[in-house]
Every structure is written in C-alpha cells, then in structure tokens.
C-alpha cells in the first residue's frame, strides 16, 4: 500500500511514488484463476452489446425516456450552430476513439501500474442508502473485491453470487494521484467552444478555459449496478466521457425541479425520485407524469454534454470508467 499527500502530481516525490511502486511485489493478480487460459479475461470493456444506441439486456425491463439527441464529429459546429446545441444535452458518438485509453485501460494493466496505491470506494447502494459509508482501500483490493467478481458474473449470467456491498470508485480526480492515467486521455475540443447556455447568467465572466486548472475532472471507476442517484451538478457545465464499458443516463430539464426537488440541506441537488422504479414512482406522485425525460446509453468512445442545472441519473450496464470534466 502506498500512502501519500494531495497534490503530489506536481512535485518530484511523484517520480519517487512511481519508483517504489515498482520495485515492491507485484500486486496480487486481478485474472480469475477459473479463467487461466482466457487472454480476455482482464479486460474492462465488457459491454453486452456493440451496438451504440441501444440498451443491453441486463437493462431490459426498464422504462424508456425519449432518446437523447445524437450528432457525430462530421455534423457542423459553427458557433451559432453549437450556441443552440447546447441549450440541450447531446451524444456525440465516437468522440474519443482517438484516447489511447480506450485500449490501455484493462483490469490487468490498471493492477500492475497502480495496484498499490490507496484510493477511496464508496460501498453501498447509492449514496442515499442509510448504510452508505466510505472506505480507503488499494486499488488492487477494489478490483479483486468489487470489480471482479461483477466482471465473471456479466460474462457467465450467474447473479445468485452478489456481493454484500457494491463499490464504487466516484468522483474522484483519480489523474492528480495517478498522472500517467491522464496521458492517456485528452480535453475534449467542444469544452473549449467558448458559449453562453440558457441556463447560465450571461452577465458573469466566464473562467478561462486556456488552462487545464479552470477545468475539473473526476474519475468513474465501478462494476455493473453502480448508481448515481438523480441530481444535479448546479452551474457547472458537464462533459461526461464514456471510457469503457457503458451506462445509462437520465436526465430532466431544469424547468422540472419543482416535481424532483424533494431534499434539504447537503442533498438540496439530490432527488429522492429513484428512476429504476419510474412507474412506481409516478403511480405515488402523480404530477411526475408531467417530466419530460430523456435518456442515452454512453458507450466507449462517446461523450455527453449535460448543461447546467440539468436533473442526470447514471447507472452502470457493465463494468465502467467514466471521466467528467466540469466547466
């Protein structure tokens, strides 16, 4: 386990935390010793279905949003076209097939180059669950612990072998503890288109986006079944690149709060409406009939831009690393 101060990434006791990392014993393997013989096995990118709009079968049974709207890098992005665009969120589909992380990123590679290190997991449900709680652990022991055996059970179909307690690697900017990580990805070109949204005050500077500081990225790092309850992320505009695997994502206009605002003080941007129950929901309070919901599915490679103030319930549909960057 290695243990260090925050930030470190800008300082040569970095090179030091990389050094020793790889001269102590290697991490305890992430492969399955059931799986001896599969050359895929560590991999992350398990998604059930290649197919990029479409919801996989571990999600059937779900209640369908109208689709988000989809544009692709060939579409126009004139400023008076993006200025409109941005009104609303948007898919852009194979935006970031270019990041080598894409390819790197696979439970084998993450334990060798990082198994050591100490990262926090959030266990529990969501975190509305009465027993939500934190907990630090290597990242070795969250892949063998959490990721792991959610991998097996998507490949063989076997639920009957949950785990008592999901974890989930959120929101954490995991690239100031591990930098070679972020090498591996790169700002998205749309966060530099420069345009105010409705949402926002038009009268109040808008940060310089000329550096990587005005910029704050968050890690989403978690098996199938990890859950971001519905809320929103305030005045901060959201591009949400999908990384590996793939999840769902709801989301609701801001002109919706006052049928999804229900909770005070720390949660006052949470909702306590569980969107995996709509129907259920809906039948108990009738007004949310009047939500206009629309959803995506991310899968590797997409982006999704959330505009400010926008309700969005993200739930996993396989293993998952999502990166955020807030802006």
Same mark, same amino acid.
């Given at each position: 386990?290695?243990?260090?101060?925050?930030?470190?990434?800008?300082?040569?006791?970095?090179?030091?935390?990389?050094?020793?990392?790889?001269?102590?014993?290697?991490?305890?393997?992430?492969?399955?010793?059931?799986?001896?013989?599969?050359?895929?096995?560590?991999?992350?990118?398990?998604?059930?279905?290649?197919? %990029?709009?479409?919801?996989?079968?571990?999600?059937?049974? =779900?209640?369908?949003?109208?689709?988000?709207? /989809?544009?692709? =890098?060939?579409?126009?992005?004139?400023?008076?076209?993006?200025?409109?665009?941005?009104?609303?969120?948007?898919?852009?589909?194979?935006?970031?097939?270019?990041?080598?992380?894409?390819?790197?990123?696979?439970?084998?590679?993450?334990?060798?180059?990082?198994?050591?290190?100490?990262?926090?997991?959030?266990?529990?449900?969501?975190?509305?669950?009465?027993?939500?709680?934190?907990?630090?652990?290597?990242?070795?022991?969250?892949?063998?612990?959490?990721?792991?055996?959610?991998?097996?059970?998507?490949?063989?179909?076997? #639920?009957? #072998?949950?785990?008592?307690?999901?974890?989930?690697?959120?929101?954490?900017?995991?690239?100031?503890? =591990?930098?070679?990580?972020?090498?591996?990805?790169?700002?998205?070109?749309?966060?530099?288109?420069?345009?105010?949204?409705?949402?926002?005050?038009?009268?109040?500077?808008? %940060?310089?986006? #000329?550096?990587?500081?005005?910029?704050?990225?968050?890690?989403?790092?978690?098996?199938?079944?990890?859950?971001?309850?519905?809320?929103?992320?305030?005045?901060?505009?959201?591009?949400?690149?999908?990384?590996?695997?793939?999840?769902?994502?709801?989301?609701?206009?801001?002109?919706?709060?006052?049928?999804?605002?229900?909770?005070?003080?720390?949660?006052?941007?949470?909702?306590?409406?569980?969107?995996?129950?709509? %129907?259920?929901?809906?039948?108990?309070?009738?007004? =949310?009939?009047?939500?206009?919901?629309? /959803?995506?599915?991310?899968?590797?490679?997409?982006?999704?831009?959330?505009?400010?103030?926008?309700?969005?319930?993200?739930?996993?549909?396989?293993?998952?690393?999502?990166?955020?960057?807030?802006?």
């Amino acid at each position: 386990m290695i243990v260090t101060g925050f930030p470190l990434a800008r300082t040569n006791l970095m090179a030091v935390v990389y050094q020793l990392h790889d001269v102590l014993p290697a991490p305890p393997p992430v492969v399955s010793p059931m799986d001896p013989g599969s050359s895929r096995s560590d991999q992350i990118s398990l998604s059930p279905s290649s197919c %990029p709009g479409s919801i996989p079968v571990s999600a059937a049974g =779900l209640h369908r949003f109208s689709p988000v709207r /989809e544009v692709t =890098l060939d579409d126009s992005f004139s400023p008076s076209v993006y200025r409109d665009l941005i009104q609303a969120p948007f898919v852009i589909r194979d935006a970031i097939q270019h990041w080598p992380a894409l390819q790197l990123w696979t439970l084998e590679y993450l334990n060798k180059s990082a198994g050591h290190r100490l990262v926090p997991v959030e266990l529990g449900s969501t975190y509305l669950d009465s027993a939500w709680s934190q907990s630090l652990m290597t990242l070795n022991q969250f892949l063998r612990v959490h990721v792991m055996p959610a991998a097996h059970r998507v490949q063989s179909d076997d #639920d009957d #072998d949950e785990p008592a307690t999901v974890g989930y690697l959120a929101q954490y900017n995991l690239f100031a503890l =591990l930098p070679h990580l972020r090498s591996h990805t790169s700002i998205p070109d749309q966060i530099h288109r420069r345009t105010t949204s409705s949402t926002s005050d038009a009268h109040t500077p808008k %940060p310089s986006l #000329d550096s990587t500081d005005a910029i704050r990225i968050n890690a989403w790092f978690g098996p199938r079944g990890t859950v971001t309850p519905l809320h929103h992320d305030g005045n901060l505009n959201n591009m949400f690149a999908q990384v590996v695997g793939s999840k769902r994502v709801v989301l609701f206009p801001p002109s919706d709060s006052h049928l999804l605002a229900d909770l005070d003080g720390m949660l006052h941007n949470t909702s306590s409406v569980d969107v995996r129950k709509w %129907p259920e929901e809906v039948e108990a309070r009738l007004e =949310l009939a009047q939500a206009h919901g629309v /959803e995506a599915v991310c899968r590797a490679g997409d982006l999704l831009y959330i505009p400010p103030n926008y309700w969005h319930h993200v739930e996993s549909l396989a293993t998952s690393f999502s990166v955020s960057f807030w802006f």
